[in-house]
């Protein structure tokens, strides 16, 4: 039997740090939205059924229109008005994807604003997934970090060697995520991604290898690199 994977993308944020005028999940990334390079990574793939795109309320005419449309995005299920915060947002998509009552065996979350991934990792996530409940895409840290003071003086240096910089996709079981979530919002506690909510909740979290290419553009920088990526490697990464 397939596994019925839907994914979540939030897309809601404002993008203050990018300093521009639309938020950074429409700005162009070569000829088309960075978040319809990242959709359309998932709608190419077999393991994925369904997509749900998470958006401001003022975006979802022009996300029907001028991306999933526009880009053929069958997949994209539904799109659904996002919240304050991203865990909000993703919270929103959850529900949604649980009122459909299809059984989905496995929810994927990733970033709107990060288009490199690979369908190795989709796999490899779904996989590891399966057999552990929660996983999520990661990459060891290769500069030396620091801890630094409020007046900006370096307190310790931090070993590196146990130290992974966490990505997207993260990938769990519909029922370890839920009661994750479930189990935030009743407490009113916010983490700093979804599989501190698992780790939170007792759950344990396994990591896969990602990619250094996997960027989340953030910044005017990372569009650049984004571009470069873009050109040199044809999302083969």
């Given at each position: ?8 993308i939030p897309a809601a944020g404002s ?66 008005i996002g919240g304050k915060e991203r ?151």
């Open positions: 039997m397939k596994i019925k994977v839907s994914v979540l993008g203050r740090r990018m300093g521009g005028e639309i938020e950074k999940q429409f700005m162009i990334l070569g000829d088309r939205p960075i978040v319809a390079h990242t959709l359309q990574r998932f709608q190419a793939s077999d393991l994925i059924e369904k997509i749900y795109l998470i958006v401001p309320e003022g975006r979802v005419e022009y996300c029907r229109e001028e991306v999933v449309i526009k880009y053929g995005l069958s997949k994209v299920t539904d799109i659904v865990q909000d947002s993703v919270y929103y998509g959850l529900k949604r994807v649980n009122a459909d009552g299809d059984n989905t065996d496995l929810i994927m979350i990733h970033d709107s604003v990060r288009p490199f991934f690979s369908e190795r990792m989709i796999c490899e996530s779904i996989e590891s997934a399966q057999r552990y409940g929660s996983v999520v895409v990661a990459v060891p840290e290769k500069d030396t970090i620091k801890e630094i003071s409020d007046d900006m003086l370096v307190c310790k240096t931090i070993s590196r060697e146990s130290l992974w910089r966490i990505q997207t996709p993260q990938t769990f079981c519909q029922g370890i995520i839920t009661s994750a979530f479930q189990r935030a919002v009743e407490e009113g506690y916010y983490g700093t991604d979804e599989s501190s909510l698992v780790e939170r909740a007792g759950w344990q979290v396994r990591v896969i290898l990602g990619s250094y290419l996997n960027i989340k553009i953030t910044d005017p920088e990372d569009l650049l690199l984004g571009e470069m990526i873009l050109k040199r490697f044809n999302f083969i990464v």
